[in-house]
């Protein structure tokens, strides 16, 4: 959780001091992935079942309790599960460099990298479906400068090789992302037809 701040006000530093720390990804998730992806768990939970999903046009949907708790789980496995594959994304889109990271590495690079989507999960407290969207477009933005920023640190190499390696890895988180937000949207925008 110390590199949160860091990350979000001088990026280039926080992610020289990232590199240097050999961090394991049971010390990552435990002391900053877990944390950070239960904001938009939490915040989601207590938007949908205290105002609830507004699809505009003044109609809401509240989600009953249950229905959001058991949303809520499945969406935390999501978003958990969502870090693990892009480590596996960066760990194979650098298979062909010379200071090749390893996986575990690669995974906690990912988590780091995805500190402003998580942060944006704050939006979720009003679930409105177009700010959450708006608010989503914009801390994915930031994720891409901080694939930028660390991509070069993190694999060795200069800036304009980074720039395609950032934007390929981008250009997949992207559809990783959607993916996460169809789901999103299914489970909490319609999940309480499921339960």
Same mark, same amino acid.
């Given at each position: ?61 509240? $989600?009953?309790?249950? =229905?959001?708790?058991?949303?809520? %789980?499945?969406?935390?496995?999501? +978003?958990? &599960?969502? @870090? !693990? ?17 390893? $996986?575990?590495?690669? =995974?906690?690079?990912?988590?780091? %990298?995805?500190?402003?989507?998580? +942060?944006? &999960?704050? @939006? !979720? ?71």
């Amino acid at each position: 959780m110390n590199h949160v701040w860091g990350l979000l006000a001088h990026p280039n530093r926080e992610m020289h001091d990232i590199k240097q720390e050999n961090e394991t990804v049971s010390h990552h998730y435990t002391h900053h992935v877990l944390l950070m992806a239960a904001i938009p768990v939490v915040c989601a939970f207590i938007g949908t079942t205290q105002i609830g999903w507004n699809l505009g046009e003044g109609r809401t949907i509240p $989600l009953s309790l249950f =229905t959001a708790l058991g949303l809520a %789980v499945l969406f935390y496995a999501i +978003i958990l &599960g969502g @870090v !693990a594959v892009m480590g596996r994304v960066i760990y194979w889109m650098a298979r062909d460099y010379p200071q090749r990271p390893n $996986l575990p590495r690669c =995974t906690v690079f990912a988590g780091y %990298v995805a500190t402003p989507l998580f +942060i944006s &999960g704050i @939006v !979720a407290l009003y679930p409105l479906v177009w700010l959450c969207v708006l608010v989503g477009a914009l801390a994915l933005v930031y994720t891409g400068y901080l694939l930028y920023v660390g991509i070069p640190l993190f694999l060795n190499i200069d800036r304009d090789e980074s720039l395609r390696f950032s934007g390929s890895t981008l250009a997949i988180g992207i559809l990783v992302f959607e993916v996460l937000l169809a789901l999103t949207v299914v489970l909490w925008g319609y999940g309480y037809r499921m339960f």
